[in-house]
């Protein structure tokens, strides 16, 4: 996540660019990193570190990295840049990911990491060393990006400082920035991101924290107005949010409830800023709605906090009358007056269960469980029994089987994470019955997946459709869920039947999230009333 936008704002600041190798470059020794390469190329870690399972092709090194094969076969060098280094790191990281997803069985976190470290480092000696690519003002920010790559936050920290102190009011800016403010403001944006960012590791979270927030303060001191162009403003106070944004979603990954409502505060208190259309976007879009109603709701008078919150949401979509252009026609003005609360009250419902009573899940047949066998009547279970669960809807094929496993595997008792799924009325080809249906897909999950948790099947009886076709009848429970929001959500419920959150199970920061937040409820089975 962290590397995307680093590429981006790289590209903002019109520094990815490949420029003709010079005659002077390509006469210094031949190889001007010749003498000059990493000693230790990294596929030696990385086949020490990985030995049983490589990539078809060895990764090149990095100086490798560095250079092309031209039409008649020669080599030639790519001008060496931090910004050129990170998208290769880039690159880099995909392989390694389409070798090691998330979802596999077994997943070397700490080796993985160790290998993307070591190649950030081998970059960096590649930088140093290499006529030509010293510290240019416009590479302060991709080496700043790429200090952050190898974690040496201290470094990461200085260049950022180093960019900020150059750019001047009255000092041309790159190609593609309108004014010095600007600037300072996607700059200071990229570093409370770098340093909030929620896939580091815990204790390195909790201790870049301050420094994000030191870079949040001073992008929240730019003012957003007196420019020439509304543009402008609108950058700042974009960029403003996204640094507000990320913050909270840092403070929730580290725990830390009170920051959370902190930053939640900022951003409702500076949506009136936005034009309207904006505005909504804001309060219905890039609101952390979800990790802000997860807190609240594990507050005293948790619901009717959030009920406040809605209702606050709502009024900032609703336009005022300094939204309306004294030549809108009073349809259009109508149409304002409708979508915009619409649309949140859209966004609010999907998660309108938190603090609630979970909807019951009826399903034909509970796979791994006593009630396995297919029943043409579908059963239900208890919620409130005691036993925290988490409910993931999915297909098929889902990918999300063995971080279902791990975080269940932390849990010997008290725990029940449960699959949701339905029958699509086929096997294969071949159109198949209920029964048959079940059967069939009882020994796909436990054979081919080995997956033996609970799972929530249904399987309603085939009706017709267009064309002449049948379809088994959909879930009508599952309405309750807003799946259309909440799809791939974990939803966890306590041990009373209380919907108390929702997590994402997509990456290994998600299992760890989902294992704290589980452990939150065993401890605390209540929500504060």
């Known amino acids: 996540m962290l590397m995307s936008r680093c590429f981006l704002s790289a590209i903002v600041l019109g520094v990815v660019t490949v420029a003709p190798v010079s005659a002077q470059t390509q006469s210094a020794a031949q190889d001007p990193l010749s003498s000059n390469r990493p000693t230790t190329e990294l596929q030696a870690p990385f086949g020490q570190v990985l030995p049983v399972v490589r990539p078809l092709d060895a990764p090149p090194t990095v100086p490798d990295a560095g250079q092309f094969k031209t039409v008649a076969g020669a080599t030639r060098w790519v001008p ?8 290769e790191l880039r690159l880099f990281e995909g392989q390694l990911s389409s070798i090691f997803t998330n979802s596999s069985e077994h997943y070397p976190t700490d080796s993985l990491k160790q290998v993307k470290i070591e190649r950030g480092k081998a970059w960096m000696a590649r930088l140093r060393n290499t006529p030509g690519s010293q510290l240019e003002e416009r590479q302060l920010l991709p080496y700043a990006y790429l200090a952050i790559w190898t974690e040496e936050d201290t470094l990461a920290k200085r260049l950022f400082d180093t960019r900020l102190a150059a750019i001047k009011p009255n000092k041309p800016v790159p190609a593609g920035m309108r004014n010095a403010a600007v600037e300072r403001a996607l700059t200071l944006d990229a570093a409370v991101l770098a340093f909030s960012d929620d896939d580091q590791d815990s204790a390195r979270l909790v201790r ?3 420094i994000a927030d030191a870079y949040a303060a001073q992008l929240a001191s730019i003012p957003t107005t007196g420019f020439k162009t509304v543009s402008d403003s609108t950058a700042i106070l974009y960029f403003q949010l996204d640094a507000m944004v990320g913050l909270l979603k840092a403070a929730y990954a580290a725990h830390v409830p009170t920051q959370v409502l902190t930053q939640s505060e900022r951003i409702l208190k500076m949506a009136p800023a936005f034009a309207f259309g904006e505005r909504v976007g804001v309060v219905s879009g890039a609101y952390p709605y979800r990790e802000v109603a997860t807190i609240l709701v594990d507050l005293p008078n948790g619901r009717k906090r959030l009920d406040s919150l809605n209702t606050r949401l709502i009024t900032l979509a609703t336009p005022r009358e300094d939204d309306f252009t004294p030549d809108l026609s009073q349809e259009r003005r109508q149409q304002m007056r ?30 791994n469980t006593p009630d396995s066998l297919y029943a043409a009547a579908p059963r239900s279970k208890s919620w409130n029994d005691g036993v925290v669960r988490m409910l993931l809807f999915g297909g098929k094929g889902n990918s999300n089987f063995p971080m279902m496993r791990r ?19 086929n096997i294969g080809p071949d159109i198949a019955t209920p029964p048959a249906e079940v059967a069939w897909l009882k020994d796909f999950y436990g054979n081919k997946w080995n997956f033996r948790l609970p799972i929530a099947l249904w399987a309603g009886q085939k009706m017709p459709g267009a064309l002449g076709t049948k379809r088994p009848a959909p879930p009508t429970d599952w309405e309750a869920y807003h799946l259309g929001s909440t799809w791939g959500l974990g939803i966890l419920i306590d041990g009373n039947g209380i919907v108390r959150g929702y997590e994402p199970l997509n990456k290994r920061s998600d299992e760890a999230r989902m294992v704290w937040h589980i452990n939150y409820l065993l401890h605390n089975p209540s929500a504060p009333k």
């Open 80 to 87: 060496s840049s931090a910004a050129t280094a990170l998208m």
């Open 208 to 210: 870049n924290m301050p």
């Open 338 to 367: 409708e979508g915009g609360p619409r649309r949140v009250k859209d966004h609010i419902a999907a998660f309108d269960m938190i603090g609630r009573p979970a909807p019951t899940i009826r399903a034909h047949a509970w796979l």
């Open 407 to 425: 975080v269940q595997a932390q849990f010997p008792k008290g725990v029940q994470l449960i699959f949701v799924t339905n029958t699509d009325g």
